[in-house]
């Protein structure tokens, strides 16, 4: 499967922001998608995921502000970031895999480019 986001850009703190992961190739509901952030020099982590049956999961730092969810008409996934802060800022990735521990873990099979966004205070 290939991966592409879309919708980095700048917004302010306390703002809003929308990225989209659409999917392409061997698609599949079963997949579990989920999204990974990497800020200037820190490792990459988990932010959210989602998988069949829309069962979703998010990292501590994001709960409550962020939101992930899935179109299976237009194999794309959606993540909606809302009260952004400044340390949201980062690279965000979306990857897919039929493991939800390989998303979950940052070992998924597939990975799309990343889409930069800042978040200004």
């Known amino acids: 499967v290939q991966l592409q986001a879309f919708g980095g850009g700048s917004v302010q703190a306390g703002g809003s922001l929308r990225l989209s992961c659409a999917a392409s190739?061997?698609?599949?509901?079963?997949?579990?998608v989920g999204w990974s952030r990497q800020a200037p020099g820190k490792e990459r982590e988990f932010v959210a995921g989602i998988r069949s049956g829309s069962t979703t999961t998010y990292a501590d730092s994001v709960k409550g502000r962020f939101t992930i969810s899935r179109v299976y008409a237009k194999n794309t996934v959606y993540l909606q970031m809302n009260s952004l802060k400044p340390e949201d800022t980062a690279d965000y990735y979306c990857?897919?895999?039929?493991?939800?521990?390989?998303?979950?873990?940052?070992?998924?099979?597939?990975w799309g480019l990343g889409t930069e966004f800042t978040v200004s205070s």
């Open positions: 990857a897919a895999d039929l493991s939800w521990e390989a998303v979950v873990g940052g070992k998924a099979s597939s």
């Open positions: 190739g061997r698609t599949s509901s079963s997949v579990a």
